[in-house]
Structure formats: C-alpha cells, structure tokens
C-alpha cells in the first residue's frame, strides 16, 4: 500500500503538482491517466523517490524505494552493454540471483548483443522484463505499453493480471485508454497538477465517453475537413 498526502512539487515557478492525495492499494492496478505536461511522470518520480517534494508519501513497504520497480517511458541504457548484462546488472541492484534467462526471455529477445542494436520496441520489453526480474512488491509502469508489438501486449496485459493475483501493487499510466479498462481496477484521472475523479471499473465507459466528447467535439470541426 502506498498513501500519499498532500503532495506537491514545482519546478521554479511553475507548479506540477499541487496538493495531490491518493492511495494505491496492494493487489489492485491503478491508472492514472491525464493530458501530455499533467504530471504523470512527475508523480511518479516522486513516489520512486528520484525527485525531491513537499508532502507525505507512506508505505507499509521501507524504504520503499528498495521495493519498488520502475519503467520509465523512455528506458536509458548504458552504451556497449548487452541484454543479458542489463537484466545482470538490474539484478545485482535487489541482491537478487540471476535467473535462468532461456527460460524467462519471454519476449524473445536476442540477449547476447548490444542494446544499441534493439529497435524501440525491443528496448520497452527488455526493461520491463529486467524490473519483472528483480521480484519487486510495486511496480510503476510509465507508457508500458508504448511502442511494444501487438503480441508483446498481449503477453504485457496477461502479466498484469498475473501481477494482480500475486498481490502485487502496480500504478500504470497509459494514452491507449484500452490497455487500461483491459488490466486496471480504477483509473484516476491528473489534472492541473491533481487527481481530479477516481473511476471505478464498471464507469470506465462512462469516463471514455467523456474523454471522447472533450477531446472530439468542436475540435475535429474545426479543420474543415
């Protein structure tokens, strides 16, 4: 479980979040979804505790840190570095052993050469499959699903679920509003800089109907096509 209370956090004058509280309860999945420049990463650089904040972020789990997996949108990579290496390396970091890689490369992927010789796509999996490796009880998922393969989402979707039923604690962001009704339990919804409606699964097609009617109407007439 993870409570956060009254979080905020500005960047010189500029205010990214303000006063934001939120729960995110152990074995639920969590969306949180909002317009590009919402704060989405913001918040969960935060919670992952790679930017300094005003506010309270409290876990069963401490330090929290030490628990907690996080996929960034825009995974980095150090240069000459193989596959294998990475997942090694990302392993060493939770003291944990490495594991048999034939059997857990569940994405296929060529683990022997250089990182630098993946597609975009490719790079997204590795580190998801490097930060499923280390057994972490939370996960932060940024745009998992961006730039991954239609049988990568698949097997993406089917881990979530798996993620679920182990109890875990997994916080998802994501701009393709099907990956989320397909995996969350409730979406929050980031705007101007705090949760603004919390949304429960049997509403999401009340919440994408309103997505739909903000983002379409008047807008789309406005090209004249």
Same mark, same amino acid.
């Given at each position: ?21 939120? @729960?995110?309860?152990?074995? *639920?999945?969590?969306?949180?979804? $909002?317009? !590009? ?9 935060? %919670?992952?505790?790679? #930017?300094?904040?005003?506010? #309270? ?9 030490? &628990? ?16 294998? @290496? =990475? %997942?090694?390396?990302?392993? !060493?970091?939770?003291? *944990? *052993? ?6 857990? !490369? ?7 050469? =250089? ?49 679920? @039923?182990? $109890? ?6 994501? &701009? ?11 979406? &929050? ?13 049997? #509403?999401?097609?009340?919440? @994408? ?11 789309? #007439?406005?090209?004249?096509?």
């Amino acid at each position: 479980m993870i409570k956060i209370t009254n979080l905020s956090k500005s960047f010189g004058k500029k205010t990214v979040l303000n006063n934001l509280s939120i @729960e995110f309860q152990r074995g *639920k999945i969590c969306g949180i979804i $909002g317009e !590009n420049g919402a704060g989405k990463t913001t918040l969960f650089r935060c %919670i992952a505790g790679l #930017e300094s904040f005003d506010g #309270e972020i409290v876990s069963q789990l401490s330090p929290l840190k030490d &628990h907690l997996g996080y996929l960034t949108a825009e995974p980095f990579f150090f240069s000459m570095i193989t596959g294998e @290496e =990475y %997942i090694r390396l990302l392993c !060493n970091a939770r003291n *944990k *052993k490495l594991p048999e890689l034939d059997k857990n !490369n569940i994405f296929d992927l060529p683990l022997n050469q =250089y990182i630098t010789t993946y597609s975009t796509g490719m790079r997204k999996k590795l580190a998801l499959l490097a930060v499923l490796l280390q057994g972490n009880d939370i996960l932060i998922l940024d745009e998992p699903f961006n730039g991954i393969d239609l049988n990568g989402s698949i097997i993406l979707t089917e881990i979530l679920h798996r993620l679920k @039923e182990l $109890g875990k604690t997994v916080i998802i962001s994501s &701009h393709i509003f099907s990956t989320l009704s397909d995996t969350c339990d409730e979406i &929050h919804v980031l705007r101007h800089g705090t949760i603004t409606q919390k949304v429960a699964r049997e #509403e999401f097609y009340l919440l @994408e109907k309103e997505m739909k009617n903000s983002a379409v109407i008047g807008k789309i #007439e406005r090209l004249e096509l």
